[in-house]
C-alpha cells in the first residue's frame, strides 16, 4: 500500500500538534537519531494549552529538586499517587514517567533553551496524603524567555490565558520579586514567563534543529499497511487531502477532547460546561486511535478546573470564551455557593479535586446539587483583589451580578435568598472565630498557597475574610477542564496499544491525547504537563532509535 498510495510528503517522523508534549517529541525524535521530522498544527499557531496555562512540570525526583535538598524516594511517590488512585495505575508507564522525567529535565535543560527552576514552597496539592510533599520540589517553574529570540516567529506563539503579569515566572508573579526595574528591562525584551516561556522556549529549540512545522493542517486519518501505521492523512485550510507518509510512525498529541460535545457526552463522569483550553482539542487524535483500534483508557476523567463565561461570539461558528477560576475563590472574602445558597467545598482546595464536587448527584431532585454554582464576593473583595481580568476597582464586568443585599442578589442570580443570607451569615461567624468548622479551609498548606504577600491575614488561615461590606457580587461559574485526561493507552515506550494489550506498529501517544499514565491523580502544579512532556521525550527517544526495515 505504501508504494500505491500518493504522498504529498514524507518524514522519518510526523507529530500531530505543537503544544508542550508535541514539541518535546519532535525534539527528542530528532535528537535521537531521526532527523526528518515534522510538525503538522490544526491552527496557524504553535503552543496549544500549554501556551495559555502556568507552564508549571510535576516530575517528582527532578534534578532541580535533589540539588536543593529536597529529598523524595520513589515509595513516597508510589504511596502518594496510589492513594489519590488507588489501584488504577499501570505500574509499567508509571515506572517509565518516574524514571525518564527527570532524565527528560535534565536532556532539555541541557540541550534546549528551556530552563526551570524549582518552586520548593510550592506544595503538592494534596498536601495532607501520605507521600506527599507540603513543602514542594516536585513542581517545577519556568525561567522567563525573551521572545526576542524567535524573530519574525513570535507572534506565531498562542497567547496565555493567565491573569499573572507575564514578564517573570510564576514564583516571580506570585510573590512581586521583580522591581519596577527589572519589569521595564524584562517587557523591553519581551520577556515571558508562565506557559509562554515553555512553548517560547520549545519552539526555539524546533526553530534551531529547522524541524517544519506545517500549519492549518488538521490530521484526519492514519494510514495503516499490514496492521502498521505509515502515514496520515491531513485537511489543509481549504479542505484538501495533504498526505504524509511517516517512515518510521506518527506521534498523536493533539490534545484532549473536552471542545467536542459529543465525546464529552459519551464518556465524561459530568457535565463540562466551560473548558479553558484551546478550543481546537475536539479529540481529532481520539477519533484516530479509535479507527486505528487502539485500547482506550481512562475516559471518564478530566483535569477539572473552575471557569466562567466571559462572552459568547457573535459568529454561531466561533468559540465561546471562558476564563480561568482558580485564585479567585480562594482569597479571603469569597466563597461557592449552589443553588440552594449553600457552601459545598473548601473553596481553597485544588481545582482539580473541587471540579469533582461538581457532579454530586441529587437522587431526590435528579439534578446535580452543586451544579450551576456561584461565586460570591463583596465591595471590599472587589476593592482590593483582581477579578479575572477585572483590576482591583474596576468597572463591574458584563459577567458580575451586583445587588445592595445579599437577598436582592440571589434573586438576580437565581440562588435561594434565604439559603444565601444564612450561608453567609455562618461563614462570616466562622471567620471572626477562625477556623472554617464546615469545610476545614486554611487547614492544608496548599490552601493558603495563593495568599502570599498579603500581610491583613496571617497564616495558617489566610484564606478566611469575612462577606459584610455591600455591595454583593454573583458570578456564575462554570464546570469547566483544562483538557480532558483519556484516550489511546500506551505501553513504557509511549507506543499505543490495541485491545489484546499489543503495540500498534509505528503508533505513539503523548500529552493530553493520551490516557493518563496518573489515571485521575493530579499531583500538583503541572499534573498534565509534567507527565505529558515526559511521554514525549519517552516516544522522541524510542523513535529516534527506531530503524525502520522497509
Known amino acids: 500500500m505504501a508504494e500505491e ?3 504529498d510528503r514524507e518524514a522519518d517522523v510526523v507529530v500531530l500538534g505543537s503544544g508542550g508534549a508535541a514539541m518535546t517529541a519532535a525534539i527528542t525524535a530528532y535528537d535521537f537519531g531521526a532527523k526528518d521530522v515534522v510538525i503538522l498544527e490544526k491552527t496557524g499557531m504553535v503552543g496549544g494549552t500549554t501556551a495559555m496555562s502556568g507552564g508549571m512540570l510535576w516530575v517528582p525526583g527532578n534534578p532541580y529538586q535533589i540539588e536543593a535538598g529536597i529529598e523524595d524516594s520513589d515509595e513516597d511517590v508510589v504511596t502518594y499517587l496510589d492513594t489519590l488512585c488507588p489501584g488504577a495505575l499501570d505500574p509499567d508507564t508509571l515506572m517509565a514517567f518516574m524514571e525518564q522525567g527527570p532524565e527528560m529535565i535534565r536532556y532539555f535543560a541541557d540541550r534546549t533553551p528551556v530552563r526551570f527552576h524549582v518552586f520548593a514552597d510550592f506544595p503538592d496539592y494534596q498536601s495532607y496524603v501520605p507521600g506527599a510533599k507540603p513543602d514542594g520540589g516536585r513542581s517545577l517553574d ?3 524567555f525573551s521572545f526576542e529570540r524567535l524573530g519574525k516567529w513570535a507572534g506565531r ?8 503579569p507575564l514578564r517573570g515566572s510564576l514564583m516571580e508573579a506570585i510573590t512581586g520579586s521583580l522591581d ?7 517587557e523591553a525584551h519581551d520577556y515571558r514567563g508562565l ?3 515553555l512553548a517560547g522556549s520549545l519552539f526555539m529549540a524546533v526553530l534551531d534543529r529547522d524541524i517544519p512545522v506545517e500549519f492549518e493542517k488538521r490530521a484526519r486519518k492514519l494510514i495503516k499497511d499490514g496492521g502498521r501505521v505509515i502515514g496520515v492523512v491531513a485537511e489543509d485550510a481549504n479542505g484538501r ?8 510512525g506518527v506521534v498523536i498529541a493533539t490534545g484532549g477532547f473536552e471542545w467536542n460535545e459529543v465525546l464529552v457526552k459519551t464518556f465524561l463522569r459530568g457535565p463540562l460546561t466551560g473548558p479553558v483550553s484551546v478550543p481546537e482539542n475536539e479529540g481529532d487524535g481520539l477519533l484516530m486511535a479509535i479507527e486505528a483500534g487502539a485500547q482506550l483508557g481512562n475516559m471518564q476523567h478530566a483535569y477539572w478546573m473552575q471557569s466562567a463565561l466571559e462572552f459568547k461570539p457573535q459568529h454561531r461558528e466561533a468559540k465561546p470564551n471562558y476564563m480561568l477560576g482558580s485564585d479567585e475563590r480562594a482569597r479571603p472574602g469569597a466563597i461557592l455557593v449552589n443553588r440552594a445558597g449553600k457552601r459545598f467545598v473548601n473553596e481553597a482546595a485544588n481545582y482539580n479535586a473541587l471540579g469533582k464536587t461538581l457532579h454530586a448527584f441529587d437522587a431526590g431532585t435528579h439534578a446535580y446539587a452543586n451544579l450551576p454554582y456561584w461565586l460570591i464576593i463583596d465591595q471590599r473583595y472587589r476593592s482590593k483583589y483582581q477579578t479575572f481580568n477585572t483590576p482591583p476597582g474596576g468597572p463591574v464586568p458584563s459577567y458580575m451580578m451586583q445587588a445592595d443585599t445579599l437577598e436582592e442578589l440571589a434573586q438576580i442570580a437565581g440562588i435561594d435568598p434565604a439559603g444565601l443570607a444564612a450561608t453567609v451569615e455562618r461563614f462570616n461567624g466562622m471567620v471572626r472565630k477562625g477556623h472554617d468548622d464546615d469545610f476545614n479551609r486554611g487547614d492544608a498548606t496548599y490552601d493558603n498557597f495563593y495568599m502570599w504577600g498579603d500581610t491583613d491575614f496571617e497564616a495558617p488561615y489566610r484564606t478566611l475574610g469575612a462577606i459584610d461590606q455591600g455591595p454583593y457580587f454573583a458570578v456564575k461559574m462554570e464546570a469547566g477542564a483544562l483538557g480532558t485526561a483519556g484516550g489511546p493507552k500506551t505501553n513504557a515506550d509511549a507506543q499505543v496499544i490495541d485491545w489484546s494489550g499489543n503495540p500498534i506498529p509505528g503508533l505513539y501517544a503523548a500529552g493530553n491525547a493520551m490516557a493518563a499514565v496518573l ?9 498534565t504537563l509534567g507527565p505529558g512532556m515526559t511521554f514525549g521525550f519517552i516516544a522522541g527517544k524510542h523513535l529516534g532509535a527506531y530503524i525502520p526495515n522497509h
Open 519 to 527: 489515571g485521575e491523580a493530579y499531583g500538583g502544579a503541572g499534573g
Open 195 to 197: 506557559g509562554q516561556a
Open 142 to 144: 519556568n525561567e522567563a
Open 157 to 164: 506563539v498562542n497567547p496565555s490565558k493567565m491573569a499573572y
Open 241 to 248: 487531502d495533504y498526505r504524509v507518509r511517516a517512515r518510521r
Open 5 to 7: 498510495f500518493c504522498w
Open 180 to 186: 519596577e526595574a527589572a519589569l521595564a528591562e524584562r
